[in-house]
């Protein structure tokens, strides 16, 4: 972790950071990219894109307006302080006078755009993705001493990078996942729901991904994170069965050296309206596919309520496992999974119990 902390003392200190990227890339990078530059930028710093590398449709993305809330009283001030809760903060401003009411003070929402002009040289230059040092020289500054005054951090997930950066960060993971760690050195909790959306978007691109890096995906969706700038970017609208994966990711717990997931559906996300049965099921069997194929795991197993019994829909790789089950519980099962049925337990209830028994 000290490499990271290492970036987080030199992003402190900058007013001017440069992020370099590989052309045309892929929504892993793509992702990373977004969500750092979304992230520099709620910290105040003044940050550059070469944007002439972003696909078109990204470029979208790159909001240059930042919004603030005025709020004005006509009155003098004795305190204001604020209190952060969960999912909102109370900003709380006591009159000397206390003999006031609504018409003594006023709010405004105000837009500002973002002055993203270069006037000073850069402090840092984070470059993710790239491979070979010549591949960005043409990016740089050509002033030697403006380059060798910059701290140059060198982001990338392929083992074979030359390692030119003053910091490197080389990982046989994800660069959304070097990302999301780095992100969480800066600030863990004050980032708005955008800069988690860009780390989702970078992982959910993966055509599979590692059950080990399930605690930060959790993480990710735990501050917010959603599929909504997935399925914008597509401009695809947003499937129901996306939500409840969403909260299904949220309630993985792990036997991570086994490779075995267990997690759980509630619906809430549809409770206004009575979902079908046959809807809920056909959530949940879309929800097991992406587990098996995205997630990857050895096995995992999904349980949700339907009627009066609790389903739950696992897949394994293991004959010995599918062998363990079938003689256990009840249900229908197939060669590499099944469904288990049970009717007396409730659904965290049969959830304990399977981790239990395995």
């Not at 000290?2 to 970036?7: D, I, T, Y």
């Not at 910059?150 to 982001?155: A, G, M, P, S």
């Not at 074979?160 to 863990?188: H, Q, R």
């Not at 519980?329 to 959830?351: A, M, Q, R, V």
């Amino acid at each position: 972790m000290e490499r990271f902390q290492n970036v987080k003392a030199s992003i402190n200190n900058a007013k001017n950071i440069k992020i370099i990227f590989p052309e045309n890339p892929d929504n892993d990078t793509l992702g990373s990219v977004l969500a750092l530059y979304s992230a520099l930028n709620q910290l105040d710093k003044k940050v550059f894109l070469t944007e002439e590398r972003l696909p078109e449709k990204a470029v979208y993305f790159l909001r240059n307006e930042k919004k603030r809330i005025a709020i004005t009283l006509n009155e003098e001030v004795s305190e204001i302080y604020y209190e952060k809760k969960d999912n909102h903060v109370d900003l709380n401003i006591i009159p000397k006078n206390q003999d006031f009411n609504s018409d003594n003070f006023s709010w405004e929402i105000i837009s500002e755009k973002k002055n993203n002009e270069q006037t000073e040289p850069f402090d840092i230059i984070i470059i993710i993705g790239v491979l070979r040092f010549k591949e960005i020289e043409k990016y740089l500054p050509t002033d030697e001493e403006e380059l060798f005054a910059c701290t140059i951090v060198n982001i990338d997930k392929n083992s074979a990078n030359e390692n030119y950066g003053d910091v490197n960060i080389i990982g046989n993971s994800s660069l959304s996942k070097i990302t999301a760690i780095l992100i969480k050195e800066l600030n863990e909790f004050s980032f708005s729901k955008e800069v988690f959306d860009f780390l989702f978007f970078g992982f959910f691109s993966q055509e599979k991904i590692l059950v080990k890096d399930i605690t930060v995906i959790k993480w990710i969706l735990n501050n917010g994170g959603t599929l909504d700038i997935y399925y914008e970017y597509q401009k695809k609208k947003k499937p129901l069965w996306a939500d409840y994966f969403e909260d299904a990711l949220k309630n993985i717990s792990l036997k991570e050296d086994e490779g075995i997931i267990f997690s759980y559906l509630t619906f809430e996300k549809n409770e206004k309206t009575e979902q079908r049965n046959s809807e809920k099921v056909k959530s949940a069997l879309q929800i097991s596919k992406v587990f098996k194929e995205w997630l990857n795991p050895k096995t995992f197993f999904l349980s949700f309520k339907e009627e009066n019994a609790t389903k739950t829909i696992f897949y394994s790789s293991s004959p010995l496992m599918i062998k363990k089950i079938s003689n256990k519980y009840k249900g229908l099962f197939k060669e590499t999974g099944g469904i288990i049925i049970s009717n007396d337990k409730n659904l965290l209830e049969f959830i304990e119990e399977l981790k239990k028994d395995l």
